[in-house]
Every structure is written in C-alpha cells, then in structure tokens.
C-alpha cells in the first residue's frame, strides 16, 4: 500500500519570492514520484517526475524537485514565483510494477500574491 | 498528436440516476484510467482499463463500472447516484513501458448528485 503526505494545504507567497511545497510518501515497494498541477476547471498537468539516477529533477515553468530517499520525501521548489503560477499541486506516486496506478496527496494550493 | 477528451464537460443528475461518462485517450494510448476527485481533495484511483480488460480497481463499490472499447476509449458507468458521487471525475490515458509512465489527464468531468 502507498500513501502520500502534503504537509501544507496552503501556501501564500510574495511574487517573486521562492517556494517550497513539501511531500512525504510511504510505501512497501519501490515508486516512481511525480507532481502535477491543477489550474480552476482544468485537468491534471505534468511538471516533473523521478524514476531513477539524479535526485534532483527539473520540470516545466521553472519548477524542480529533490528526491530523498533516507526521508521519503519529494519536496518541489521554485527559485521565484509568478502570479500565474496560483493554483493546486499534487504530489503523486505509483510502483514499478503492475497497473502503476497513481496515489495522490490531498493537494496544496499556492497562492501568489503581488 | 490529439490529447484526452471527455465528455460532458458538466451534467447534474438526481440521487438513484445512472450516469455514463465518456473519454477519448490520446493517439497511441492502450490504457485508461479514470479517477474521482471530490472538492478540495486529491484524485483517487477508481479502476484502469488495458486493452478492454479491467487492469486493477480502487476501493470504490461495484456500482462504478466502466468499458474500454477496440479503440481504447473508455467509458465509466454508475449506478444508484448518491450524493457523495459529486466530484470531478478524470480520465487518464498512458503507454506503459518501462520508461514510459506519464499519464496523460483530459479536463475531467463535473457531476452534481442533486
């Protein structure tokens, strides 16, 4: 079984100023680690996964994130935020193995102000 | 290369109504998933379709049920609306390999249970 912690619901932030959404996981087996991003009334994009190799992984607009291993954690970061970055990110799991259907966190929205 | 589409965008139904939700996966995609996003919460994993035979299911009861045609479009079925069934509902379709494992999300679905 896979579980996913967002240890945040809500994140305020100044324009420009830098980030940090944080994500824990639990599993019995091996995953891969995504996160997505949920703009209003929009479905769920991709910024960025971790399959293997480098624990630092860069995605799209400008965001990255670390894997640790010895924590379980999968914390996203980004150097300096945009208004138009305001919006719901989902860390994610799945196994190597079998369906790799996703687990998701419960969310944590970042709210850009300017 | 199209993406995944769903369809209807929005619809209300009355509690004990059945309900089909349709989604078209993206060219080259033989797996559908489908999962249920409640409001303020994270996606959950309902079932996932591989070439037409159910590939795994959530912890949803037997009245969420779901197809997948020759052309790997899906469609997800629920009987006896309650009104915890109000949610987004998304579809996602995929190529699993072993490098491959992004799953591609449509714009989701909103039903009210009224």
């Known amino acids: 079984a896979q579980s996913v912690t967002q240890l945040d619901s809500q994140v305020p932030v100044f324009e420009e100023a830098p980030v940090e959404l944080r994500c824990n996981y639990s599993s019995s087996v091996s995953v891969y680690l995504f996160w997505y991003v949920q703009y209003p009334n929009q479905g769920l994009q991709l910024l960025l996964k971790?399959?293997?190799?480098?624990?630092l992984v860069k995605g799209i607009n400008g965001f990255e994130a670390e894997f640790n291993k010895s924590q379980t954690s999968f914390h996203l970061r980004k150097p300096s935020v945009h208004i138009s970055d305001t919006a719901e990110y989902f860390c994610?799991?799945?196994?190597?193995?079998?369906?790799?259907?996703?687990?998701f966190g419960s969310g944590t929205r970042l709210q850009v102000q300017p | 290369e199209t993406g995944v589409t769903q369809s209807p965008t929005h619809l209300i139904k009355t509690r004990g109504q059945q309900v089909t939700l349709r989604c078209s996966s993206q060219s080259g995609h033989n797996t559908v998933s489908w999962y249920q996003q409640a409001l303020g919460q994270g996606p959950q994993f309902i079932f996932q379709?591989?070439?037409?035979?159910?590939?795994g299911r959530g912890n949803f009861p037997p009245r969420f049920s779901g197809l997948q045609f020759p052309n790997y479009s899906s469609e997800l079925n629920v009987n006896a609306l309650e009104l915890d069934d109000s949610a987004l509902y998304l579809c996602?379709?995929?190529?699993?390999?072993?490098?491959?494992?992004?799953?591609?999300f449509g714009q989701g679905t909103r039903l009210t249970v009224v």
């Open positions: 379709y591989y070439r037409e035979e159910e590939n």
């Open positions: 996602a379709s995929s190529f699993p390999g072993t490098q491959n494992t992004e799953a591609f």
């Open positions: 971790y399959l293997s190799g480098s624990t």
């Open positions: 994610a799991v799945s196994s190597y193995t079998g369906r790799r259907a996703l687990t």
